[in-house]
């Protein structure tokens, strides 16, 4: 005789498969995980679904327009200085003087490696950075 006695926590007991072999298999389990009171529990969705398939050329055409628009922002900073505003903005923020070139060096050195991170290699980490998010790992 099987006796298959069925709770909340699974089932306990043994069974006889359809070929005759015995088994241990519940036959409430799924692949969906279960409460304590045997409820399925589905996993949160997001109310707005955010993520994009782009063709192949279209990414790499919108890829080259950024990565341009950061190397030519670094290229006009560096080369008219007093002519782009850039150290008037910086010296408003505290950065006056030799603070203000060592700023403005920072600036267009991190412009121009994110327009040449974002041509060579489009990671999830550049663009995390360039949100200033990071990740926490566990």
């Known amino acids: 005789m099987n006796i298959l006695v069925c709770g909340a926590?699974?089932?306990?007991?043994?069974?006889?498969?359809?070929?005759?072999?015995?088994?241990?298999?519940?036959?409430?389990?799924?692949?969906?995980?279960?409460?304590?009171?045997?409820?399925?529990?589905?996993?949160p969705r997001p109310a707005i679904d955010a993520r994009v398939e782009l063709a192949a050329p279209i990414d790499l055409a919108l890829?080259?327009?950024?990565?341009?628009?950061?190397?030519y922002t670094a290229a006009i900073s560096a080369w008219w200085p007093a002519r782009s505003g850039v150290l008037d903005l910086l010296a408003r923020c505290g950065f006056a003087?030799?603070?203000?070139?060592?700023?403005?060096?920072?600036?267009?050195?991190?412009?121009?490696?994110?327009g040449t991170l974002m041509l060579l290699r489009p990671s999830i980490p550049?663009?995390?950075?360039k949100r200033g998010r990071r990740r926490l790992t566990r």
């Open 9 to 43: 926590g699974g089932c306990v007991g043994n069974a006889v498969a359809a070929n005759g072999s015995p088994t241990k298999r519940c036959p409430r389990s799924s692949s969906t995980p279960r409460s304590a009171d045997g409820l399925a529990v589905t996993p």
């Open 63 to 71: 890829r080259m327009a950024l990565a341009f628009v950061w190397i």
């Open 97 to 114: 003087g030799s603070a203000g070139y060592a700023a403005l060096a920072a600036s267009c050195a991190l412009n121009v490696a994110l």
């Open 126 to 129: 550049l663009r995390r950075a």
